[in-house]
């Protein structure tokens, strides 16, 4: 096969249905080689088996490209390094790793228990983390070597994790931990060829089809606006040889909308050459208020 991604390796997780499944395929189609990594498991992190992956797998070579199955848990830290181990074993290398695995267990703050937050926590922001690691040792090592890598690495965040959403704190603590990450990353993984970008998408998946179920194409429209194959084209492209000069950033796209989310900059700040007192700081932050930008809000409330 043949396209913007050709003879690229690449690792998505969570790609057995949804976005990662959309994305495994986009790939596969634009001519890169995917290690299809999915445990299968139910919303909620339960269950699993391989079904899913197998046929994200078997679909990819069907078309004609090349793709395998791995079952490694990317929130254990042994698990994360197997499968970048999987990628090279099978393929001789690895130059994409698109991190998308996640669960979901929406609680209010006051209702979360800790096995939520370990699990939440655990598969979205530290499998990010850990697969990171991982494959970023490896191109070091490469570059190191004297190999020029051209690698990429594409992190999931959400609209939950930029802006906040009711109902989601642990959920929404992940994602914008993953974008502290993606920055540091992009900084970090430059000097070995590796470029760091996050997406945030916006599609009906199982997390996302109450949310997103009056959003679809109406009879005879024929464009589904939250289908997930939509946001996969630029998974594609920051894929590809193309985006090398792209690093750092964080995307928001659905339907046919790709924009670049703004994140935190320094905005009105007070100097004084003393220590304030506590009850001269009131007017210095009304002050403040008043010249800044106001707040995004947070989606649901």
Excluded at 142 to 162: F, Q, Y
Excluded at 221 to 239: C, I, K, R, Y
Excluded at 267 to 282: D, H, I, K, W
């Amino acid at each position: 096969m043949s396209g913007i991604c050709e003879g690229r390796v690449a690792i998505v997780t969570g790609a057995g249905r949804g976005l990662g499944r959309a994305h495994a395929l986009e790939l596969g189609r634009e001519g890169a080689s995917v290690v299809v990594n999915d445990l299968g498991v139910e919303l909620d992190g339960s269950g699993g088996g391989p079904d899913w992956a197998n046929e994200v797998a078997s679909e990819i070579r069907a078309l004609g490209g090349h793709a395998v199955v791995d079952n490694n848990d990317v929130s254990d830290w042994a698990g994360a390094q197997e499968l970048i181990g999987t990628a090279v074993r099978e393929f001789g290398r690895l130059d994409v790793l698109v991190n998308n695995a996640g669960v979901l267990r929406d609680r209010m703050i006051v209702s979360l228990t800790a096995d939520d937050v370990t699990k939440v926590v655990g598969v979205h922001l530290c499998g990010a983390l850990f697969t990171s690691h991982h494959a970023g040792h490896y191109w070091r090592e490469r570059a190191k070597s004297g190999e020029t890598p051209v690698a990429r690495i594409i992190n999931t965040t959400s609209g939950a994790g930029l802006y906040g959403n009711f109902g989601q704190s642990a959920y929404s603590a992940a994602k914008a931990g993953i974008v502290g990450m993606t920055l540091v990353a992009a900084v970090e993984l430059g000097r070995y060829g590796v470029t760091v970008n996050a997406l945030s998408p916006g599609a009906r998946t199982r997390m996302t089809q109450e949310i997103f179920a009056s959003a679809m194409a109406e009879p005879g429209e024929g464009f589904d606006t939250m289908a997930p194959e939509n946001v996969s084209p630029l998974v594609a492209w920051l894929a590809s040889l193309e985006s090398s000069s792209v690093t750092g950033r964080v995307f928001e796209s659905y339907g046919g909308m790709i924009g670049i989310a703004e994140g935190w900059r320094h905005g009105p700040s007070f100097t004084e050459g003393r220590r304030l007192a506590p009850a001269e700081v009131g007017d210095v932050v009304r002050d403040l208020l008043s010249r800044a930008a106001p707040a995004e809000p947070v989606q649901g409330s």
